[in-house]
Structures are given as structure tokens and as C-alpha cells.
């Protein structure tokens, strides 16, 4: 049993066609279309919280900062 190779293609599967990119951008249309996507209200409450989250550990991270590099400063770790 002989396998025929396809010319022209990456993949290593024995079937596999070439495809052109007019047809890779039909088939992502097409799958976009199915997404179900978040409405103004559920964006703008997503938007805030990922906002809030990274002021809140942005301060932590600076407090943090602070703090060690007066230990470091007070017990002349790093000369």
C-alpha cells in the first residue's frame, strides 16, 4: 500500500490540501459569526475590574518596593 503525498502543503497528514488565504478568511468569519460576544454593560463592568485589579497590585507592588528598599537601605544590604 503505497501513500500519496500531496505536493505543496506543511502539514504531514496524507490528505491535507493547501489552503488559500481567501478560504482562511472565510472559514475566521465564519467562526467569528458563532462567537457569542459580551454586551456594552458586561465589556464596560470587565473593563473596570481588570482597571481596578491593576491599581490595586500596581499599590501593593509599589508599597512593597518601598518597604524593602528601606530594609535594604537601614542594613546597608547592598553597598
Keep these: ?3 500519496e503525498q ?7 497528514e ?6 488559500s488565504g481567501n478560504k482562511y478568511f472565510q ?7 458563532k462567537t457569542t460576544w459580551p454586551t456594552k454593560q ?3 463592568r470587565l473593563t473596570g475590574i481588570v482597571v481596578g485589579v491593576i491599581i490595586v497590585l500596581g499599590t501593593y507592588m509599589a508599597i512593597l ?3 524593602l528598599s528601606a530594609l535594604v537601605s537601614k542594613f546597608s544590604l547592598i553597598k
Excluded: C, Q, W
Aim: proline share 7%; charged share 25%; aromatic share 0%.
Design 1 to 3: 500500500m503505497a501513500v
Design 6 to 12: 500531496t505536493r505543496g502543503t506543511a502539514s504531514n
Design 14 to 19: 496524507p490528505n491535507a490540501t493547501p489552503r
Design 27 to 33: 472559514e475566521t468569519m465564519t467562526e467569528l459569526k
Design 42 to 44: 458586561e465589556a464596560t
Design 65 to 67: 518596593d518601598g518597604v
